[in-house]
T-cell receptor
Framework: SQQGEEDPQALSIQEGENATMNCSYKTSINNLQWYRQNSGRGLVHLILIRSNEREKHSGRLRVTLDTSKKSSSLLITASRAADTASYFCATDPRTTSGTYKYIFGTGTRLKVLA | SAVISQKPSRDICQRGTSLTIQCQVDSQVTMMFWYRQQPGQSLTLIAT?????????ESGFVIDKFPISRPNLTFSTLTVSNMSPEDSSIYLC???????????FGPGTRLTVT
């Protein structure tokens, strides 16, 4: 089963615009990660944000985390055609066993038009 | 980040046969995971492969169908047994370190069952 749901499912924007995608999850987490997957290729790790963090930046990427609402957002500023990809959030549900695993959200397909 | 390779990169198999997928990492890692990704879909976690202990399977996946080995800290195999066309998918291994928790993925194995 999937822990996270992302919206929108698909997003189409013009180059230079900002793109925002959201991830909601169901249970308490230790951390949350965002990934990019270009068509037919492997997943690229973008950012990890821990449950005690509220915001992280990496280049043109900004991730926020609201644990009270069980949601996260990924903002891509000044988008480029090369940002066209599917974006996934993955959460690490908090457990009592001491182990961890990552459950992926449904994904957002972003298309940046040149 | 770790460099992860998978073999084979793709295969076409007959119904009823089995395929073993290998995952090799260039450094010792604590956690290894196996995922399945249907075309155009998100990733579904099959199991967590722990060195020195049995794999932990997610709901809907069983050891008889997806036996996993983890003989050391750099290598794991996933076998897809008694295959049917419904097993056609991309299978990905990923790794994570206990200290960083960031997760990195191999390039995937594209399996087609006819």
């Amino acid at each position: 089963s999937q822990q996270g749901e992302e919206d929108p499912q698909a997003l189409s924007i013009q180059e230079g615009e900002n793109a925002t995608m959201n991830c909601s999850y169901k249970t308490s987490i230790n951390n949350l990660q965002w990934y990019r997957q270009n068509s037919g290729r492997g997943l690229v790790h973008l950012i990890l944000i821990r449950s005690n963090e509220r915001e992280k930046h990496s280049g043109r990427l900004r991730v926020t985390l609201d644990t009270s609402k069980k949601s996260s957002s990924l903002l891509i500023t000044a988008s480029r055609a090369a940002d066209t990809a599917s974006y996934f959030c993955a959460t690490d549900p908090r457990t009592t066993s001491g182990t961890y695993k990552y459950i992926f959200g449904t994904g957002t397909r972003l298309k940046v038009l040149a | 980040s770790a460099v992860i390779s998978q073999k084979p990169s793709r295969d076409i198999c007959q119904r009823g046969t089995s395929l073993t997928i290998q995952c090799q990492v260039d450094s010792q890692v604590t956690m290894m995971f196996w995922y399945r990704q249907q075309p155009g879909q998100s990733l579904t976690l099959i199991a967590t492969a722990n060195q020195g202990s049995e794999a932990t399977y997610e709901s809907g996946f069983v050891i008889d169908k997806f036996p996993i080995s983890r003989p050391n800290l750099t290598f794991s195999t996933l076998t897809v047994s008694n295959m049917s066309p419904e097993d056609s998918s991309i299978y990905l291994c990923s790794v994570s370190g206990r200290m960083t928790y960031e997760q990195y993925f191999g390039p995937g194995t594209r399996l087609t069952v006819t």
